[in-house]
């Protein structure tokens, strides 16, 4: 950390003077551990925890303990292992992911924040396979992503994962049916339509499959891009901003579909927002900061969401212009 020595205080009674996150022992993590819970949802307890500033608005800081696991957990359905993520040369090299390890369970919904430029895009593409990380791995149902071929990539993440995105890159030539099929026929896998029913009515548009996309309205047109994205049956879905071109109820919509998927259909969701009030559907919440996992915040509601990233936000413009 750039700048003067910033002294950080963990509860009221204990403080330390540090110029960056120290590794500690997991055993050391006091109170810290119940607010913030496991970086890794319903796995095994991690061996290695830092604590990471958290900057108040009087100037202050606070530890938050972060957690850190350097375990392959066989019960995660998405794991991430010390990625990292650079771009451009030795000179002018970026690192937009700095050692992320992480992991998702099944039937779990979990929202990525941070700051602009905290590397939330480029941890969404190494995790779904559409971005090979620098370092690291990234394994999918124990499948190690690093050793696939792009062939075999390709067909993985055309049957395994599931994408929705900020645009919902719909066909305009194709029905709603036939763009919700579009990921079967691609795959050589014949639609059964009862499977195609089902997901529809699902999305609540059984009635609307012989309608054009220009038909619809836009929280019309991005629950078929949902429904394109479950209808394969994936093991893991991955949403970029899915609600940020939607008003506010169409929003709402959009997100309890998410939200029912995880909670009827177990499926797991990982979703990057901006928003807060999207993010307090998920069941947690992890925040990125310069590339790096800074905190967590489970059972999240739009308020606190929205506080940590108040706090992250000054902490990484004060971290940019090495003001404290």
């Known amino acids: 950390m750039a700048g003067p020595r910033a002294r950080l205080h963990l509860g009221s009674e204990r403080s330390v003077t540090q110029n960056r996150p120290r590794p500690v022992r997991a055993a050391s993590a006091t109170a810290g551990a119940e607010r913030l819970g496991s970086a890794v949802v319903g796995l095994a307890p991690p061996r290695i925890s830092w604590f990471a500033p958290v900057f108040s608005g009087g100037g202050g800081a606070r530890l938050v303990l972060v957690r850190h696991t350097n375990e392959n957990h066989p019960s995660a359905v998405v794991q991430l ?58 394994l999918i149902e124990g ?40 990921p079967l026929r691609l795959a050589g896998r014949r639609p ?9 009515d699902q999305v609540g548009l ?17 629950r078929v891009a949902i429904a394109r994205a ?12 899915p609600t940020g071109a939607l008003d506010t109820h169409t929003a709402r919509d959009v997100l309890g579909l998410l939200r029912g998927s995880v909670d009827h259909a177990g499926q797991t969701v990982v979703m990057v927002t901006h928003d807060p009030v999207a993010a307090s559907y998920a069941d947690r919440v992890v925040f990125l900061a310069d590339g790096r996992l800074v905190g967590e915040l489970p059972n999240p509601t739009a308020e606190a969401v929205a506080e940590r990233m108040t706090h992250l936000g000054a902490w990484a413009e004060r971290t940019a212009t090495g003001v404290y």
């Open 206 to 222: 059984g009635e609307r499959r012989k309608h054009l996309p220009a038909e619809l309205s836009g929280g019309q047109q991005q």
């Open 81 to 138: 292992n010390d990625v990292r993520r650079t771009y451009g040369g030795k000179r002018t090299s970026v690192a937009a992911l700095d050692g992320v390890t992480a992991g998702f369970g099944r039937a779990s919904f979990t929202a990525v924040m941070g700051p602009s430029g905290s590397g939330k895009s480029t941890f969404l593409h190494c995790a779904a396979g559409l971005d090979r990380p620098t370092g690291g791995s990234v």
């Open 143 to 182: 499948q190690d992503l690093g050793e696939l071929s792009e062939v075999e990539l390709t067909r993985l993440r055309r049957e395994r994962v599931g994408f929705v995105f900020q645009a919902f890159n719909l066909l305009p030539a194709l029905t709603v049916q036939d763009n919700v099929t579009l």
């Open 230 to 241: 479950l209808v394969t049956r994936p093991a893991v879905l991955f949403a970029d901003e």
């Open 192 to 200: 059964k339509p009862a499977l195609v029913r089902q997901v529809l």
